[in-house]
């Protein structure tokens, strides 16, 4: 909501996060320095636990380097350039994925806290949504402890700890080869 006030947020050209006082609730506990808001797109973080891949109309780049924090220089979200667009996804094949979220409703709501898990030979890889700007990826679950919470947003840490452990609980071990 706060693209439609009439002084812009930071992301859209303006010097402040207007989400960052105030009732913030469902907003970010990562990569907030400048942009608090929560991406709400569970396919995103799915993509990119699973590590899928894009072909572009000008190029092929892994999902990670699709999506980027804000920065002082460059607002821009994603690294697509004017007109460029995605024409196809490549998605490997895990040996086990799952997908859970806390949402505030039962239906048709945005994930509080989203947790994407798929394990492969070498690991688990896991993703967040609704915690950052961006989808974020967690190197592991204790990466989980390097969360920065306003202080609205301190209830997600937790949420997020009991999903990530009962998504790696689902997706089990990686098997051996």
């Not at 999902?63 to 196809?88: C, F, H, K």
């Not at 997600?156 to 998504?167: E, G, T």
């Amino acid at each position: 909501w706060y693209w439609r006030l009439k002084f812009p947020c930071y992301l859209h050209g303006g010097d402040v996060c207007h989400a960052k006082a105030g009732q913030h609730r469902e907003h970010a506990i990562f990569g907030s320095d400048r942009c608090a808001s929560a991406h709400p797109s569970d396919p995103a973080a799915a993509l990119l636990a699973l590590g899928a891949r894009l072909h572009t109309t000008a190029r092929e780049l892994p999902l990670s380097e699709l999506y980027r924090l804000p920065t002082d220089d460059n607002r821009d979200v994603t690294a697509l350039e004017p007109g460029e667009l995605i024409l196809e996804l490549d998605v490997p094949q895990p040996e086990a994925s799952v997908y859970l979220k806390a949402m505030e409703r039962r239906k048709w709501s945005f994930a509080l806290v989203g947790v994407a898990a798929a394990r492969f030979a070498d690991g688990v890889r896991l993703a967040l949504a609704g915690v950052a700007p961006v989808p974020w990826a967690l190197s592991s679950p204790d990466a989980l402890e390097q969360a920065t919470p306003l202080p609205g947003t301190a209830y997600k840490v937790d949420i997020a700890r009991a999903l990530i452990r009962r998504a790696v609980e689902a997706v089990g071990a990686p098997r051996s080869a």
